[in-house]
């Protein structure tokens, strides 16, 4: 089963477009997630941000709680995690994106947690990165450390729906591959087939098997492709039987 | 030493807006991928992906190939990954971006990748599909799972950069934690301070210093905290004599 996202919310700190908010709404409704805190003295364009967003956030949209920029704006939330591209001397301990993730999912199973981004020029500020529990810092090529603050918001949202997933998703999207039986099944059906139309030398027909052994395995057969296989090889004898006649 | 990831271009089919390129051109940079191809017959306002990319990015913009619609478009790369939303039934197999990610890795480092993105409005369509080696999906909330282009770029990117660094990430980031001959140190100076201020019972000192060694061994205290704990351990011992006299 897939852990509660709804105690986490991403606030956004003295946001200077209104597009950025949009494009952050959306990229939080993509993954699940669906408070939205602004906090910031500015008025918005509401127009710019919907469009942004698209109509499939609207309501993550009409549900962003705009907060005035006081000492207590965050005192909602039991667990901050700050995010900063700057990696200063006594800003640490800095979280991996993953790493935070998983700390942020596991906390607000039972706590409210705020994810907290700066303005797009600067970042957060030390003012209020001391009032964060953890700090994340999304890893960069060191010639432009600078994110969009809507994709920095999607990366953190993707990490965190990633990290809210079941532990096995992987499982979940991979189709089975053949099992060790079926594969041995089509490699026999295979070299007698080669053998029928006399592509493998009988005294030796282990010598090009290996290879395509190697080459499927590298592959990693599927089920109903094996079966596919199968069907070809079956199609050949009958063909090579039929020729000779 | 990280991967190298020169190998690797976003290759955009048809997009519909210049702004997306810009966005995909910037988060590009961002993570250390140079190379953008533009597969469409339009024609794109050059100045719209330049303002969206930044002048950060401005040198993966210049280097931008437009290509056109050909059915040797892609013919330059050897593995092909194409992303798409839609789980349909005969599509799979589907992997998740950071094992995408992983083979893209791997495999450029002898050979030319591409990660293909279809259009804004329907993705990439079977046609294209059928060329690619492997595809991805993004995994996203059920309610809405079309994510923008640009920030579809930025996930792929990121996961991109992150498998590309050397396998011990986390361990470059975080700080170091105090050795334990450090934290019993200060745990015994910390109760020799508790009992200098007649906190603990002399007689059964342990009982409030077992509360004291779970707190702070649940916080992962660092090497440079446990040199203040002491320092204040000092002071407030220095007080205590002070004021006893």
Not at 106 to 111: A, E, G, V, W
Not at 176 to 188: I, K, N, P, Q, V
Not at 208 to 220: A, N, P
Request: aromatic letters at 8%.
């Amino acid at each position: 089963m897939k852990a509660k996202t709804k105690n986490i919310s991403i606030v956004l700190y003295k946001p200077k477009y209104a597009g950025n908010i949009g494009a952050a709404a959306r990229a939080a409704k993509n993954m699940g997630i669906g408070r939205i805190v602004v906090i910031g003295p500015y008025d918005y364009d509401l127009e710019e941000i919907k469009q942004r967003a698209t109509h499939m956030a609207a309501d993550v949209v009409e549900k962003i709680q705009f907060v005035e920029p006081t000492p207590d704006a965050l005192s909602q939330f039991s667990y901050i995690v700050g995010t900063t591209a700057r990696l200063g001397k006594f800003r640490g301990p800095f979280l991996t994106p993953r790493q935070a993730a998983e700390a942020i999912v596991n906390l607000s199973q039972k706590n409210k947690v705020a994810l907290l981004f700066g303005p797009e020029d600067t970042g957060l500020a030390n003012e209020q990165l001391r009032l964060c529990h953890a700090v994340v810092t999304i890893p960069t090529a060191k010639e432009f450390t600078s994110l969009n603050l809507g994709q920095a918001v999607m990366i953190m949202c993707y990490e965190i729906f990633v990290a809210s997933l079941p532990d096995v998703p992987a499982g979940e999207v991979a189709p089975r591959l053949a099992l060790s039986s079926e594969l041995e099944g089509m490699y026999e059906h295979i070299r007698q087939m080669l053998l029928d139309i006399g592509f493998l030398n009988p005294d030796n027909p282990e010598h090009w098997m290996l290879y395509i052994r190697r080459f499927f395995s590298r592959s990693g057969l599927l089920s109903r492709e094996v079966k596919i296989i199968r069907g070809i090889c079956r199609q050949l004898q009958w063909y090579a039987k039929h020729k000779k006649t």
